[in-house]
């Protein structure tokens, strides 16, 4: 059986990939996907799934979703679930069953290690295997619960970490003409995110654009004094300043 999390929840048990319409037993298996191994105590589930108002039938409402995905996650052959009650709640046992969570997270941590050895295609390959587990809009987004909402706040970063990784990696590569137009859209989805404003100069000062690069540069500068009232970190500022010098050194070669 597989559970697939990084975006509408599925379960895959052979051929057949279940989808569960009842959006409160969507949050509660989500939820014990999350802690999966892990006791969640029923109070923490009817937070998940009410939020901080809870009915009077909460807790016999819990039972009967219990119950449902118990039946749905019955293993065949054996009638064996693998959702146990574990006192002060359940526990969903993983045992040999997959998580594409997993998954994500050792491809991200792969990514790492291989953009901090300078294996740079490897890096390309981990992080695009990573990012392309994520198949779209989280049960997580519309979430009550701190469970659910703290997966959400997790995957978002892990994502992005991806994304610059990734950028961080190409560029090593040499392929910063085609990384411009990418670079440019993720530095207007995330204008806060000051990694992609570096890469996007890299990118446009390698690409003969010094002029450009240098735009990007004030521009993110005024958006961070007016939105935060900071000036740019270190990294955006040597960039700049290398770009002003034209020293060469960042004509060719990693970004770091």
């Known amino acids: 059986m597989r559970y697939e999390i990084l975006g509408p929840l599925r379960v895959i048990d052979g051929k057949n990939a279940n989808t ?14 999350i802690r999966s191994d892990q006791v969640v105590s029923t109070d923490q589930l009817i937070r998940e799934i009410w939020g901080e108002e809870p009915p009077r039938s909460a807790t016999a409402s819990l039972y009967v979703y219990i119950s449902q995905i118990r039946k749905l996650l019955r293993r065949t052959g054996t009638g064996v679930s693998p959702v146990f009650t574990r006192p002060p709640g359940y526990m969903l046992t993983l045992g040999h069953d997959a998580l594409d969570l997993d998954d994500f997270t050792r491809l991200l941590k792969e990514g790492r290690d291989h953009l901090r050895s300078r294996r740079y295609e490897a890096a ?36 992005l970490e991806c994304k610059e990784g990734l950028m961080e990696a190409h560029l090593a590569l040499g392929r910063h003409r085609e990384l411009v137009s ?3 859209l993720l530095s207007t989805e995330h204008p806060m995110r000051e990694a992609f404003h570096r890469q996007l100069m890299l990118a446009l000062h390698r690409s003969g ?4 690069a240098l735009l990007v540069y004030r521009r993110v500068r005024q958006t ?11 990294a955006l500022k040597d960039i700049q300043r290398v770009i002003l010098t034209d020293d060469g050194s960042v004509g060719t070669g990693s970004a770091r």
């Open 20 to 33: 569960i319409k009842a959006q409160k037993v969507e949050f509660l298996l989500v939820a014990l996907v």
């Open 124 to 159: 390309v390959r981990a992080f695009g295997d990573a990012l392309a587990l994520c198949l779209g809009p989280l049960l997580a987004d519309i979430a009550r619960g701190p469970i659910l909402q703290g997966f959400r706040t997790w995957l978002y970063e892990a994502q």
């Open 182 to 184: 990418d670079l440019y």
């Open 209 to 212: 654009c010094r002029g450009d």
């Open 224 to 234: 961070l004094r007016d939105e935060l009232g900071v000036e740019p970190g270190p």
